[in-house]
């Protein structure tokens, strides 16, 4: 059921009339349901993973909490984190770890007929298992309450919008919410509309038409030309981009819409002028989440400058392969590591006003910083090349054709009409999120009310014009 269906528009249509209809508990149960429904539509059989997870844990939370004991708290802790990374390990990685073992014996000269098992990847089992952990571990450190609610608990792991793809929403800012009963608000049926509409032009407009050229670049790039290559690797930076960001805008307008509030979870990456920033801006829940209960428990920087560089690469390299099963994923992975040491290393910083919105509008008009972000987008999409590569050799080969400067005439361009429409998309949305460092269009629409409907009726014309409709679906939803 993918945001951008009839399906699901049907299904959130008598979701939200049964949501606003019912309190307190009742509308839990609703939640929980309509979550279960959503989740259930790809694969049934996948319920009762979710549900084991959400049983274990919420038991688990609460032993935690009932511990007076030190040692039987960490033992608590240490059986929520085995048992959920072991069930996202054995659906997630347990074909890749084979596969890997099996090539190994055969490198080695040693036969071995050993066959994988098939296990399907159930969808969206790398956010809910995050959300899981997050929880437990909070509950460790006392910065969350424990729930006493199974209903709650269980409505929190699967609360539909960003169930599948994300952002991953902690305990301590959902909970808190799901005790409010929230009634139908125009406004924010309004400003709801348009994240979602915006999340629809991402998605329909700008990533699925981007994806007609990038699959067939990707797809055979032997046969390719180097600027065709070099086409395809800048256009999926910008398709994946509006791929998960769009998809991430309609899952907070989902839930802004019924009264949940979901942080941001992209800033405009692309203006990033350091590593560092470029990952304050990109995937923000999954970054913030690696620094809280990966980088920083280490030891993050306070080690030393050797113990930091080890903590980074651990860090960005279980990054990596949180996003697949696969060495191309540890690779970029790798890639984004190195890249974080030699900006540490070379005491590359980013200016201490970066955060400014003013400030980066009219830092665009600075030649320095215009060289820093272009390395910084230049470097990110060499790392895209693994990501999107079906194979580590493909990824390989794609490089080597670029570097071999073979043909660089746009004569070799196949696909001119869907090149020069994505130029055209690519430039208008950097265009908006430039100027959007200076207006903040949200909070101008939120003041002038009457820009509303002419921007859903914009937007509608946008989509129906220029959208690319197919059955793309999201390309978060696989990992």
């Known amino acids: 059921m993918l945001f951008n269906s009839l399906t699901f528009l049907i299904f959130f249509l008598v979701f939200s009339v049964l949501f606003f209809l019912t309190k307190s508990n009742i509308r839990i149960v609703v939640c929980l349901f309509g979550s279960y429904l959503f989740y259930g539509w790809w694969d049934w059989r996948f319920l009762g993973l979710i549900l084991f997870l959400t049983l274990v844990n919420f038991y688990l939370g609460l032993k935690i909490e009932a511990s007076l004991s030190e040692t039987k708290r960490k033992r608590y802790l240490a059986c929520s984190i085995v048992i959920s990374v072991g069930v996202l390990a054995t659906f997630k990685y347990a074909n890749f770890f084979i596969d890997s073992f099996q090539e190994f014996i055969a490198f080695a000269g040693v036969g071995l007929n050993t066959e994988s098992l098939k296990i399907i990847l159930p969808v969206g089992i790398s956010f809910y298992t995050f959300q899981a952990m997050s929880y437990t571990i909070d509950l460790y450190r006392k910065e969350v309450r424990v729930e006493q609610s199974l209903l709650k608990f269980a409505t929190y792991i699967a609360f539909f919008p960003q169930l599948v793809a994300g952002p991953i929403v902690r305990a301590s800012e959902f909970l808190p919410q799901l005790g409010k009963d929230q009634q139908f608000s125009h406004k924010r049926l309004l400003d709801a509309s348009c994240i979602i509409a915006w999340g629809l032009i991402l998605k329909v407009v700008v990533a699925d038409s981007l994806a007609l050229v990038v699959d067939i670049q990707f797809q055979q790039p032997l046969g390719m030309s180097s600027l065709s290559l070099l086409i395809g690797i800048f256009f999926y930076a910008f398709q994946i981009y509006g791929d998960f960001s769009g998809y991430s805008l309609m899952a907070i307008g989902f839930a802004h819409f019924l009264g949940f509030e979901f942080k941001r979870n992209f800033d405009r990456p692309y203006f990033a002028d350091s590593f560092s920033n470029f990952w304050e801006r990109w995937h923000i829940s999954l970054s913030s989440w690696l620094r809280d209960y990966i980088y920083i428990p280490l030891g993050g920087n306070r080690k030393g400058a050797r113990r930091t560089y080890l903590n980074l690469m651990f860090t960005m390299l279980l990054g990596g392969l949180w996003h697949g099963a696969a060495w191309s994923f540890v690779l970029w992975g790798a890639l984004h590591a190195a890249y ?66 073979d043909n660089f005439s746009f004569e070799s361009v196949t696909q001119k009409f869907h090149v020069f429409k994505g130029l055209g998309l690519i430039l208008t949305l950097y265009l908006i999120e430039w100027t959007s460092f200076r207006v903040n269009f949200w909070s101008l629409a939120s003041k002038r009310p009457i820009l509303i409907p002419f921007f859903l009726v914009a937007s509608l014309l946008v989509i129906s014009v220029l959208g690319t409709f197919g059955s793309n679906a999201f390309i978060y939803f696989q990992f």
């Open 340 to 405: 974080l040491c030699v900006q540490r290393i070379t005491g590359w910083q980013r200016h201490n006003k970066v955060s400014s919105e003013n400030w980066v509008f009219f830092r665009f008009l600075n030649l320095k910083y215009l060289l820093k972000v272009a390395f910084v987008f230049m470097m990110v999409c060499v790392a895209w090349v693994f990501f999107r590569a079906h194979s580590f050799s493909d990824a390989l080969t794609i490089i080597n054709r670029i570097l071999l400067f």
